[in-house]
């Protein structure tokens, strides 16, 4: 797949903008074009953190997405908030560890993951971020792992690679979680 | 059931002080300065005569805090707005609340005319070494070779002159009747800080003069420190620079 | 060359390093800090002045005083400020970039994403007649691009020179391929350096025969009329257009998103983009107008450069307006929206 839009949402602190950078980032390294935006207007209120990636092969117009094809839910209100914009036949991954209620959609593909649950158990709750990276790039193969893997490698260099290749490790971990568990459309 | 034991109470929230959550990071003491604020206000029994003006800066939303009147001035600008409210309205209480970079940056100009002039207004100012709203840039205040996002290799004095003491530069103005430092790092400071925008305050109502209350602060998340590691520091290395006491008190009014 | 992946305020200030500036004067003020910032820990080693001034009266007034590539950069608050001293800037001729990374306002307003500093930006610099150029650059390789061209547009009208974004523009990252440094000449003929062995150097605006700012302002308009030169616009599926969206900036980018997907409807729409806004590019927007038959104006404001496209459409076709403002930003389905409605009231005449 070339092009993508997205829209992951949490609370302040949980890497959500992390998580847009790293993927824009992988896909700006294989040639391609990407736009990363913070919170903005008044998503910026309230201890909530929410980014906007749009990746294409060829000009991106808009940086602005309002029904994106793919929403990260990290916390409850992001998904009551974000997931009825979610474009008919796009995909909602959810971090279950966080949110336990059902997407109430049958219109779209879900992929829930114990993302907070799985990078506990990797060593670090903050990695669930990556988790849910993974989880997407099993859904969506908008970028290779190896791209995501050259992302890390430069966000933590030495002496830090033992951090890098912990959060290449959430990001298999959440690959192989999520593989086959999308929910198909009804 | 147990017959009910006679209590007096101790503490409690002072009326003027509004019960909402705090937009305040953890370990800030804009909060204890509001309070403390509202407590000599309620106090003194100036609810219904009082008028803030609230400043560019963390505390831009004292409006939401404090239960008076008030209006919120451009940067800097807030000793010029409250003397527009204090000259038409002379018997009312005005009080401007600003911090370190809206008063001894931008607002220069205007602390420095409004303390001349003998504006019978009350300036509480938080000095907490940095701007805190915009995130953690130089003020005048910062300390030499304290790192903010705008001095990475620390403040150089050869760059940067040295941290501007506002109540010793203000203290000396015969317009002057009331200038002290305090500190919000300790029940004990707080306590005396109370004290002093007392005295402010009633420095105001007797007529004599401008007053100003001025606070060292915490900002834990400008300084990148732990709320607890953040009083600390503010006591090991602002206490030299920024001395406390009060460098002008009027007779009448000194307890 | 592998392309960075910046902030378009991050992107702005390396692109001015490239550009040869030799100082930089500020007063911070959301959302447009990461651009001192950046500057602040890497212009010293290059060689350039940073300094964060006590207020922006103060900073351009540095500006006004630096006599070599200088910059400034803020958001609306600041820029209000700022209008006093560029307007004596613009009186002595004296070239500066300035940037303003537009916020909600009026007033204290607040942080977010917003275009209403466009009569502010254009329509005069400060009190009197003068008036800056103005670049408003819609992408971050874009914001880079444009400070050079902006650099140089300074030096060669020696007048201020505005680039214009917004706070998602500045906030926002994007993949940007940097220009390669260049060295400007460093004594320019009409600083004062205080070193010249000729005739003494006088920068003032001040002129107390009124034939003689008769005169100054003379030239000032005559350099306006030939800065027409310098308009730039871009067009965009106009070719047999019925609706033209007219839109400059980060509004642009969202316009363009909304008229691939009215094309993929069946509407015939395309997108005017002014990249300069003074001079603005009168003559293609008229040119546009005689061919289309309705045209949509977008901004983040109540209403601004719509009234320059008014005047350039003179009534040749209905100009329809569409805002958001406070620090609320369009989003492509909305102005799909108005992309509709406009070809459907054509479709009725
Ligand atoms: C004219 C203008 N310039 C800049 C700003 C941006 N600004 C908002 S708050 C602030 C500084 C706040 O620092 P301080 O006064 O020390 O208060 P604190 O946030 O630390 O409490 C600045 C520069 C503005 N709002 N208006
Ligand atoms: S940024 Fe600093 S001054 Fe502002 S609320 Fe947080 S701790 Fe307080």
Redesign the interface.
């Given at each position: 797949m070339a092009a993508l839009d997205l829209i992951a949402a949490g609370f302040g602190g949980q890497g959500i903008l992390f998580l847009g950078?790293v993927l824009?980032?992988a896909a700006?390294?294989e040639g391609k074009?990407?736009?990363?935006?913070?919170s903005?207007?008044?998503e910026?209120r309230g201890g909530t953190a929410t980014c906007t990636v749009v990746v294409a092969g060829g000009t991106?117009?808009?940086?602005?997405?309002?029904?994106p094809e793919v929403l990260v839910a990290m916390n409850g209100p992001s998904l009551d908030k974000f997931a009825p914009r979610v474009r008919p036949g796009g995909l909602v991954i959810v971090d279950a560890s966080m949110v336990d209620r059902p997407v109430a959609r049958s219109d779209v593909r879900v992929v829930r993951v114990d993302a907070v649950a799985q990078a506990a158990a990797l060593g670090d709750v903050r990695m669930a971020n990556m988790v849910l990276l993974g989880a997407l790039l099993a859904a969506v193969p908008v970028v290779s792992l190896d791209a995501v893997k050259r992302v890390l490698a430069d966000q933590f260099p030495p002496p830090n690679e033992a951090l890098a290749a912990a959060n290449v490790k959430a990001v298999t971990g959440g690959m192989a979680a999520s593989r086959g568990a999308a929910q198909p459309l009804r | 059931m147990r017959p009910e034991s006679p209590m007096t109470r101790v503490f409690g929230r002072p009326p003027v002080l509004i019960e909402t959550p705090t937009h305040y990071c953890p370990g800030c003491t804009h909060g204890i300065a509001h309070r403390l604020v509202a407590e000599v206000i309620d106090e003194l029994g100036l609810r219904g005569r009082t008028i803030g003006v609230a400043s560019v800066g963390c505390s831009v939303l004292a409006y939401h805090y404090l239960d008076v009147d008030f209006q919120q001035a451009a940067h800097g600008r807030a000793p010029a707005v409250a003397t527009g409210i204090k000259r038409v309205l002379p018997g009312r209480v005005v009080f401007t609340y600003q911090g370190d970079g809206d008063l001894a940056a931008i607002g220069t100009a205007e602390i420095i005319h409004a303390a001349n002039r003998g504006e019978r207004i009350t300036v509480i100012f938080i000095n907490n070494a940095v701007y805190g709203m915009t995130g953690g840039q130089m003020a005048p205040t910062t300390l030499v070779g304290m790192r903010t996002t705008t001095t990475p290799a620390g403040r150089d004095p050869v760059v940067y002159g040295f941290p501007l003491r506002v109540a010793e530069l203000l203290a000396p103005l015969p317009g002057v009747a009331y200038a002290s430092r305090v500190a919000l790092s300790s029940p004990a400071h707080v306590n005396r800080a109370k004290r002093s925008i007392r005295r402010a305050f009633q420095t105001q109502l007797d007529g004599l003069g401008f007053s100003i209350v001025e606070m060292l602060s915490t900002c834990p998340v400008g300084w990148g420190q732990t709320p607890i590691d953040a009083m600390r520091w503010l006591e090991a290395e602002m206490f030299p620079v920024f001395p406390l006491g009060e460098l002008k008190a009027p007779a009448e009014v000194k307890a | 060359m592998m392309p960075a992946f910046t902030k378009g305020n991050e992107a702005i200030a390396e692109s001015a390093i490239r550009a040869g500036l030799r100082a930089y004067f500020g007063y911070p003020v959301t959302p447009q800090s990461e651009l001192p910032e950046y500057l602040a820990r890497r212009l010293p080693e290059r060689g350039g002045v940073f300094l964060q001034a006590e207020s922006e009266i103060a900073a351009i007034n540095m500006v006004y005083g630096a006599g070599a590539r200088v910059m400034i950069s803020t958001s609306g608050p600041g820029f209000s400020l700022m209008q006093e001293g560029l307007s004596y800037l613009v009186g002595a001729e004296v070239p500066c970039v300035v940037v303003d990374m537009m916020r909600g306002g009026p007033g204290l307003g607040n942080i977010a994403p917003a275009q209403g500093d466009y009569f502010q930006a254009t329509k005069s610099a400060g009190h009197g007649d003068g008036r800056l150029l103005v670049l408003a650059p819609w992408s971050v390789q874009e914001a880079c691009d444009l400070t050079r061209v902006a650099f140089d547009l300074a030096d060669r009208y020696r007048n201020p020179v505005a680039i214009l974004g917004d706070g998602l523009l500045g906030q926002m990252m994007e993949p940007v391929v940097l220009p390669a440094p260049v060295e400007p000449a460093r004594d320019v003929a009409w600083a004062t350096t205080g070193a010249g062995s000729g005739p003494a150097r006088v920068i003032t605006s001040l002129d107390l025969e009124p034939e003689a700012l008769e005169a100054r302002n003379r030239r000032l308009q005559e350099k306006y009329r030939r800065a027409q030169q310098e308009v730039r616009w871009e067009g965009y599926r106009l070719d047999d257009a019925d609706v033209a969206v007219v839109a400059y900036g980060i509004s642009a980018r969202i316009a363009r998103t909304a008229v691939d997907r009215a094309r993929d409807e069946g509407v015939a729409a395309g997108l005017v983009r002014p990249i300069t806004l003074f001079p603005f590019p009168s003559q293609a927007v008229r040119d546009v107008a005689s061919r289309v038959r309705i045209v949509l104006v977008t901004e983040l404001s109540a209403g601004q450069m719509v009234e320059d496209v008014r005047l350039a459409a003179d009534g040749r076709v209905p100009v329809r307006f569409y805002g958001r403002f406070g620090g609320m930003v369009s989003t492509p389905p909305e102005i799909l929206d108005q992309i509709e409605q406009a070809a459907s009231e054509v479709r009725a005449a």
């Open positions: 950078e824009a980032w700006v390294l074009n990407a736009t990363w935006l913070p903005y207007g008044p910026q991106i117009g808009s940086p602005v997405v309002a029904d | - | -």
